[in-house]
Structure formats: C-alpha cells, structure tokens
C-alpha cells in the first residue's frame, strides 16, 4: 500500500490600511510596512510608490530567486550571481476582461565553468516549484542566461 503524502495548510496573513485617496499600507506582523498606490498608468499620484500591479509581478520574481536560489544549495550548485527581471503585461485577456495577460521574466545566472547546462536544468526546476508561479492562471514565459564564473589567472609570484 502507498503511503498517502499530507500537506499542510499554511496562511500569509497580511492587514491593508486606507491612507486616503488612492495610497495604502500593507503590514504584516514583524516586518516593515509597505506603502502601495495606485501606479501612475491608473491616474495613481505617487509614481515613487509600489503599486499592487509592482508587488503582482516582484511576488513572481523573487519568487524564482529563492526558489532558484534554494535548489541550488540544495543540489550544491555554486551560484555567483544571481538576478530575475520581470516584466507583467496588461491588456485584454481572452475572457474579455482587463487585467495580466502574462510575465515575461529574463534570469540571469552565473555558476562554475562546466556546470552551465545543470544550472540551466535546475532554472526549469524552480519554474515547475515556485509556489507564486504555479498559483497564476497565466503565461510565465522565462529566458535564461547562464555564464561561467571568469576564473581568476594564476599570477606567478
């Protein structure tokens, strides 16, 4: 007989206030607050603020960085630099209405001579992990760049 697999619930909870007009702060106990405001495209006022749409598409990112950044300890991939650019794209989704209609992300990795390709296999993997990602009904589409760590020359002493 197979042993059943249990998953855990887990919550995030997190309180947004109302600080008039079209500005906000999300807080979450024991972490600094957030200020978030209507973006500017949406005749928001604060441009120097996160807007939601800005924490939709960094929740996605960073989301493949730690998930990125995760494996690779795990599977003791060396791991010299590490980036994620994200961009969300807004227009008319195919059920009519207005809203994302897909991410476009660009990592960027940078691992030991040698070990591009199981760096690259192990990008996929975090793609098929990250717990954002898998929870969006939209496209992520995902390039990936992977370079070699430049090894220092031997200077003779």
Not at 8 to 26: I, K, L, M, Q, S
Not at 128 to 150: E, K, Y
Request: with cysteine.
């Amino acid at each position: 007989m197979a042993a059943r697999v249990r998953y855990r619930e887990f919550r995030f909870p997190v309180r947004v206030d109302w600080e008039g007009g079209r500005r906000t702060t999300a807080r979450v106990e024991g972490k600094q607050p957030v200020r978030i405001a209507t973006p500017p495209e949406f005749r928001g006022t604060d441009p120097e603020l996160w807007s939601p749409e800005d924490a939709f598409v960094a929740a996605a990112a960073s989301c493949l960085a730690v998930t990125i950044a995760a494996l690779a300890q795990q599977d003791q991939l060396p791991v010299g630099a590490l980036s994620v650019e994200a961009d969300g794209v807004v227009g008319h989704r195919p059920d009519g209405r207005f809203g994302f209609v897909r991410i476009e992300q660009s990592v960027e990795l940078e691992t030991d001579p040698g070990l591009e390709g199981a760096a690259r296999e192990l990008v996929a993997r975090a793609q098929d992990d990250c717990l954002v990602t898998i929870s969006l009904d939209l496209p992520v589409h995902t390039n990936v760049r992977v370079r070699s760590a430049a090894v220092a020359a031997a200077v003779p002493s």
